[in-house]
Structures are given as C-alpha cells and as structure tokens.
C-alpha cells in the first residue's frame, strides 16, 4: 500500500495497492485511521524540510557535490519502532565495553597481522591496509591520542530472544546527525498525534548522538592543543549523505567554536605536507583530527594518489579517527578472530565484560572449518557470507551462500580467507510505515539497532568513554541489506516498551 500526503485540504491521496484499509501500527495493536496516516505524512515532510532531515536527491546530478541543491527527506519510517527497554539498556551498557575492547585490539599488532595475513593474500584492499599498518609498526609509531567514534550495530532474534550483534563499525559510522532528528521528528508527531494513537512521545529516548560526536571531536582538538588547528573531514568526491556529516561540524562549530574542513583523499596528497616534526599541513592549515567519512571501501582509492594521502595521514601527529589499527580492529575477520573460545580473554579483564560481550556474539566462523561449510551447504538460509567490505550490499546470503561455498570448494584456491561464515539472525517482522521521497508504503519489516560509542584517551588518561546515542533503521523483511544510503532501509527511532 502506498499513501500520499494529505495537507487537510484536499481530498484523500491515497494509494492502495493491497486494498488494505486499516493500516495498523507495530504490534498489530493500533488500528489507525488512514485520514489521520495522511496528515502525519504531510506533517512529517513538512517538518522534514524545515529541520535539515535532507539528502541529496539521485535525480539532481549535482545534489551529491552542492550544498543547497537537489535536496530530499531523508526515507524515514512514519512512527516509531516498538522496542523492548531491557534490551536496549543492554546495549548502552556494552558501549563503552566494546570501545575499549577496539582500543586493547588495536594495541596488539601482532595480533591484527597474523589474523588478517591470508585475506591480504586474496584481497588486495585488506592487503593495502594491512601493509600501512605494518609500515606504522616498523616505524614503532604511537599514537599518544586515541580517538574512537563507534557504532555497534544489533538486531533483536525471534527465536532466541537474544540482541545479537551484526558487527562493530570503527570507520565512517555514519548517521549521527540525522538519526537525532528522527527521533526528534517522532517525537513532534507523537506530540500532536499521540493521544489518537495512544502513543507518549517521552517513550522515544533523546538521542545525543550529535551532541556527544561533537564534543569529542572538540574535546580531541583540545588534548592536541594547537588553537589554530583544524578538524579535517575525509569525504568522498561525491555524497548524498553530506547534511549527516555538516550537521556534526555545524554543532562543532557553533557550540565549541571549533573549525573543520572537508577534503578528498586526492586533495590531501595534492594539497598535504608532513613537517619534518610529523605535524600534517593541508592547504597551509595544520590539521589536529582527520574524521573518515570516505576511506573504506576500495572504490574509494582510484589510484595511488588516495593511498598516498592515507599513509601521508597515519604518519603524521593528527589525531585519526580512526587509525589504521582501529580502522582493522573493526574488519569482519577480526570480529570472527575475537568470537573464538579465550580471544576476549586476552584483551578484557573482567569476567563480567568478558560475559556481557560474548553475550551479544552471534555465530561466527572462518571458511576453514569443513564442518560448518557443509552445514551452510545445506542449509544456506541459516547464514550470511561477508566479504572483508563496508558500506552495505557485499554480503552474500540465502542460494548463493550455496553456490559459491561450492566454487570456493571446487576451485581449492585460498579465495576462502576473504570471507567470513555468520549465523543469520532473524528479528521479528511487523507492519511498519515507511516513506521514501514523499510516498507512505506500508509493509512488513525488521529492524537494526546501532549504539554509538565514544572514546577518547590521552596516553593512559581516558578522557571519554560511552555510549552516545543511537540509528534505528528498518527495511522491509524480504530485504537482505540494510543501508539507508544504499537504498535498502530507512531511518527509524525507538518506542521503549
Ligand atoms: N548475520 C546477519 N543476519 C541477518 N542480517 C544481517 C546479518 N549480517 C548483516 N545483515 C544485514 O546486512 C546489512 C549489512 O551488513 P554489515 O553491517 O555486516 O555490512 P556493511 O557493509 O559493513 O554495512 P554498513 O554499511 O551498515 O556498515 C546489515 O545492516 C543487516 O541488515
Ligand atoms: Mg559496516
């Protein structure tokens, strides 16, 4: 089904395709007038376009390189995503546990190296990375200030009851900025709609992420203490997803008085220069933080221009965010190598973390275990095969699990070390309103929660450490991805329940 808005003057815009006639929020609950879905709708893209819940439009060709052109609402679900408060303060708890633990991981050099050396043999992206890192190592480089911004993504599985973990994004955790306008947005419509639906909008938790985002970075700018210092964002020559990221320099400017600039990795090695004390100059500015919004996945490296700017920044003293021992610590394989029996042992020292983090740990597993392939061979519905590759729609699942567990088999090459085997968790699906460029479908669909964590260390003074905000995003159930910007989902909040 799909609806149009309704502005209370005209008649209804309503579409139906499964002549459906009474939509019904999340748990089959809340019968709800369509009148009054119209209104909110129109509402909800009102209220859209006057706060900044914008991306780029894909049909204006320079609404990814322009600010202020091409401009559309962000696709966002119409109301809130019911949610069960005891999980959701469960992965707030687990933040700061998971921020530390990516800290302890990235210390350990041998460890990412050993872990990751077959996938660098048969990815030549992880292969690239790994030889930074190992670069960085025989430079015996420290990185004094350890700037983390993470953002640990879960899905709530039906049959086991558990909220298990998808993975952990240490680079480019995007939508910071935008989920805390949908929360606000539900917020506004459960303010003025609540009573008819039954809703109360102080169930939608606040939702910090800018804020706290903000501050770290100026509290990281701070520790490096150089006043004329610029924070430099790492963006990709053209994104639709750019209000996301100038809403965090935009709180960071206004409400810490802290500058930023926004560059291409082929700017920096155009426009980059190490002094000989390891200070980063771009453009004659000196650069304190480097924040990757661009950097992690292969196309972002067209030449070796890009991977020229990229060693050019691990070298220096600005503080990365993150560094390549971060940026590694949160590959796939590495979270694979750390569901292994005794691995968290190694890096945390309490029993009860060690409890908490195992807790949320799906099955993960190498392609070397023949057991498990024969399983997934079987039975490929059950799991999702991950290549080492961020930014959504790499993952392999369902049929073609089968068929390239096959020819991986057949061939007998070492093309399994770039691929990870895990559990698929299936979260319960319900009824949901969804709207993308201005049209309300309604149909069944899962959702993804992520919990933002900051962290900031100076030497052994940890300065912040977590949880700061959150994403919901919800895609339809037949949808394997999940990504806003890619297509598949929309942005989403929480209704504790
Ligand atoms: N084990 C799983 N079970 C069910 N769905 C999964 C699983 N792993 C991933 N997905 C779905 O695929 C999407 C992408 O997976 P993942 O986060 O691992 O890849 P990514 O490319 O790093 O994505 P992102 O850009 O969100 O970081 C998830 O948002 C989720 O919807
Ligand atoms: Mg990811």
Known sequence: MALQPSSGHEGSGMKTQEGQSNPVLASDVHNIDQ??????????????????????????????????????????????????ESYWRQACEIAPIFNELVDRVSLDGKFLQDSLSRTGKVDAFTSRLLDIHSKMLQMGKNEDI????????????????????????????????????????????????????????????????????????????AEYN?????????????????????????????????????????????????????RLFVDGQEISVVYFRAGYTPNDYPSESEWRARLLMEQSLAIKCPSISYHLAGTKKIQQELAKAGVLERYLDSQEDIAEVRKCF??????????????????????????????????????????????????????????ILMQRIFPRASPTFLVRDGICHKDHAVSELGVYGTYLRNKEKVIVNQQSGYLMRTKVSSSNEGGVAAGFAVLDSMYLT
């Open 226 to 278: 150089n006043p004329r210092s610029l924070v430099m964002v790492i963006v990709q020559t053209e994104e639709r997803n750019m209000y996301d990221q100038h809403w965090l320099f935009h709180v960071l400017r206004e409400k810490h008085n802290v500058k930023s600039i926004r560059k291409t990795l082929a700017e920096v090695d155009a426009q980059g220069e190490l002094k000989p004390d390891g």
């Open 35 to 84: 009148g009054l879905i119209e209104k909110m709708l129109y509402d909800a893209l009102v209220w859209s376009s006057l706060h900044g819940l914008v991306v780029g439009d894909r049909s204006s060709q320079r609404s990814g390189k322009m600010p202020g052109v091409g401009m559309v609402h962000a696709p966002f679900s119409l109301l809130p995503t019911s949610f069960p």
């Open 362 to 419: 799906a099955g993960l597993w190498s392609l070397d275990d023949p057991v498990i392939i024969q399983k997934a061979i079987e039975n490929p519905k059950l799991f999702v095969m991950k290549p080492q590759r961020e930014g959504g729609g790499n993952n392999i699942y369902n049929e073609d699990v089968k068929v390239n567990l096959l020819r991986i088999q057949k061939e007998g090459t070492e093309e399994d070390a770039a691929y």
């Open 146 to 221: 350890r700037l983390g911004l993470h953002r640990s993504d879960y899905m709530l599985d039906q049959q086991t009851n558990l909220l298990l973990q998808i993975e952990l994004n240490t680079i480019s955790s995007s939508f910071p900025g935008l989920s805390c306008l949908v929360s606000e947005l539900h917020r506004s419509l459960l303010g003025h709609y609540g009573e008819s639906l039954g809703l109360d909008s102080k169930r939608i938790p606040q939702n910090t992420a800018v804020d706290q985002y903000a501050e770290v970075f100026a509290k990281a700018w």
